[in-house]
């Protein structure tokens, strides 16, 4: 058996759905954050939710740096927030943002994507031969969290759906690597766009999917696929059905997350408050 199908029983323990921890990805809120970090982070509290997560470096060459993290940990726990899954990034050595994330309080940290479907002449597109010449470097991210005592997750695009000479490269990871070595943040949104079924991927993985991301497509809005992102509840993967099936199905963290919205706070605060409202039985699958 593949590690993609292994280790799906889920843990026996879990949480009343009322009290399920909820996640906000700070690219969700970006320009908020920098209007405004500590006052964003006491808004989202007031939204209900209850994890933070964010970078550790800025997430492209594109970008300029990324507040420091020490700082940003400070103010998510003066929020009354924890830290959430925070995200590797660029321009800083990796095994130095490794220790940074245990300082912080870490415990799962992020590849966001692999550098090879941006390196080529099409932009989210590979061969198979590039990207497992990649994989030798997810094995020294892996033990450079292993090292500092954190969770390696790899975080999922439409592109990690689409096979490769017959495989997908989210599939090529779960077989390459076993559980606890490189586990997974599933993006629901994204699966759905790369042709997966969600809930049939979150099942696969089992155990390995640590932390997953909450945003909704809705195929009317603009041209592209980033235009189409929308807070859950607001687009066409019914999450009213999803969410109670995840919650049985997974600990794991949900976080919400929508990558270009044009009103930030209002994106946050719907994605929060549909997703209470589906925990406590208010939202009906449709």
């Not at 726990?77 to 990796?94: E, I, Q």
């Not at 096979?163 to 993006?187: C, M």
């Not at 009103?263 to 449709?286: P, Y």
């Amino acid at each position: 058996m593949s590690a993609f199908a292994a280790g799906c029983t889920p843990s026996l323990v879990r949480p009343a759905a009322e009290a399920r921890p909820l996640g906000l990805a700070s690219i969700t809120v970006a320009q908020a954050l920098q209007r405004d970090y500590a006052g964003t982070l006491k808004a989202a509290k007031a939204m209900g939710y209850t994890h933070f997560g964010f970078p550790l470096a800025a997430l492209s060459p594109r970008q300029p740096p990324a507040p420091d993290p020490v700082e940003v940990a400070a103010m998510v726990r003066d929020a009354g927030l924890s830290v959430g899954v925070v995200r590797l990034g660029y321009g800083v050595a990796p095994a130095m943002q490794m220790a940074t994330a245990r300082k912080i309080g870490a415990t799962i940290v992020a590849q966001s994507a692999a550098p090879v479907f941006f390196e080529g002449a099409v932009p989210g597109k590979t061969t198979r031969a590039a990207f497992e010449a990649w994989l030798p470097r997810l094995n020294d991210l892996a033990r450079a969290a292993h090292e500092e005592g954190l969770r390696l997750v790899f975080h999922n695009h439409g592109w990690d759906h689409v096979p490769l000479e017959g495989k997908t490269p989210l599939a090529l990871i779960a077989e390459r690597f076993a559980p606890g070595e490189v586990d997974f943040e599933i993006d629901l949104a994204w699966a759905a766009l790369g042709g997966a079924e969600p809930l049939r991927l979150v099942r696969a993985l089992g155990p390995r999917v640590l932390a997953m991301h909450f945003k909704d497509v809705d195929p009317s809005r603009g041209p592209s696929e980033h235009d189409r992102l929308v807070p859950p509840g607001d687009g066409i993967l019914n999450y009213a059905r999803l969410i109670p099936l995840l919650d049985e199905m997974t600990n794991a963290i949900g976080y919400v997350e929508v990558d270009a919205p044009a009103d930030e706070i209002a994106a946050a605060g719907r994605g929060a408050a549909f997703v209470q409202r589906v925990r406590r039985g208010s939202v009906s699958d449709r």
